[in-house]
């Protein structure tokens, strides 16, 4: 198996995350790539530097203005007075529906910088640093040197993508997402593949992913998490979202109750592999996020590491060309165990 990651990637160190009405540290540590790079030594796999693609692909998902608006962000924070914050942080958001078939936004009207803020920003968990822009592009750049690898003719290819991208929408991030680096690599598998399925297997519904493809009968986008309910991102992740029209049927989600471990797991994986063979899909793209462990500071599962394991089997399973790339996991000391799992379920 081929690997990339950028070093650079560990320089977005955000400072601030609201949580239960309190300013506290983020759980996005850049020490987690510290262990999923310990993961894939054990295995052998000495990750390669991706490509410089610039801009080029994030546009092929994302809105112009939007990922103008995440390059200068920083720059334009430090124009403000100097009372201002130490991240870039809205303090207001425009109103949405929460009706994902009704989630089609006008480009944004605000040409001020704090207006702007609250129409990319979706909420408090996407500071933007000094660094941020910078690491972002390089994780979008890590799963489309993966994407390209699979081009190539590789059969399974892991991207090691931070940020996570699968919360981030079209134009607009949140959940700990800027770019949705698992869409950019499924619209650049669509440059040769007729059909792509997504497979979502982060503790969160990958709300931004299903936003992005919602509409569309050539990638399947699945995601199996726990119940938004109670449970980020709360206002999609619901059963009954299917997509809508051309995307009528070619969104799935399986949401799976608070507690729910390894088996529930298995079987909501099983379902997901018989929708993607019904589909006829011809190339995988895995959204792998290890929030779903049962030690996870923000996560309500209960899997364990070698539960990990089992899912690998299930994707290697499907026989598909497989992009795999990384989503959430805060558990630092079990998030290596999982991915050393994940890794040994394919041989």
Not at 107 to 120: A, D, K, V
């Amino acid at each position: 198996m081929r690997a990339f990651y950028h070093p650079d990637q560990a320089l977005h160190d955000p400072q601030q995350y609201m949580r239960f009405g309190k300013v506290v540290a983020p759980k996005d540590l850049p020490e987690r790539t510290e262990k999923l790079l310990g993961a894939l030594a054990k295995h052998g796999i000495a990750p390669e530097r991706p490509a410089e693609h610039g801009v080029e692909p994030i546009l092929t998902i994302h809105d112009e203005g939007f990922v103008d608006f995440l390059q200068s962000a920083w720059r334009r924070w430090q124009e403000l007075p100097s009372e201002r914050g130490p991240e870039v942080w809205p303090n207001t958001f425009p109103y949405w529906s929460g009706r994902p078939e009704e989630d089609v936004r006008p480009p944004c009207r605000p040409t001020g910088f704090i207006g702007q803020l609250g129409w990319y920003l979706g909420d408090l968990s996407v500071p933007i640093g000094q660094h941020c822009w910078h690491s972002t592009l390089r994780s979008a750049e890590t799963a489309v040197s993966g994407a390209d690898a699979i081009l190539a003719g590789e059969r399974t290819v892991y991207s090691l993508c931070r940020p996570s991208g699968h919360h981030a929408r079209a134009d607009r991030a949140s959940g700990f997402c800027y770019v949705n680096n698992t869409a950019v690599a499924a619209q650049r598998l669509r440059s040769h593949f007729g059909k792509i399925a997504i497979l979502d297997v982060d503790a969160h519904h990958g709300d931004g992913t299903q936003q992005i493809f919602y509409r569309r009968d050539d990638v399947l986008t699945i995601s199996v998490h726990a119940d938004p309910t109670n449970y980020y991102p709360f206002y999609t992740g619901y059963d009954d979202e299917r997509g809508n029209g051309p995307g009528e049927g070619f969104n799935l989600n399986l949401p799976l109750a608070p507690g729910a471990g390894g088996a529930e797991m298995q079987a909501a994986v099983d379902r997901a592999g018989k929708a993607i063979r019904e589909f006829g899909a011809e190339a995988l793209v895995v959204a792998l996020g290890y929030d779903a462990h049962k030690d996870d500071p923000i996560g309500v599962l209960k899997l364990e590491a070698s539960d990990f394991g089992t899912i690998g089997r299930q994707v290697k399973g499907l026989g598909l060309p497989t992009l795999v790339v990384q989503e959430g996991g805060y558990a630092i000391e079990a998030i290596g165990d999982c991915l050393d799992a994940f890794l040994g379920g394919f041989k």
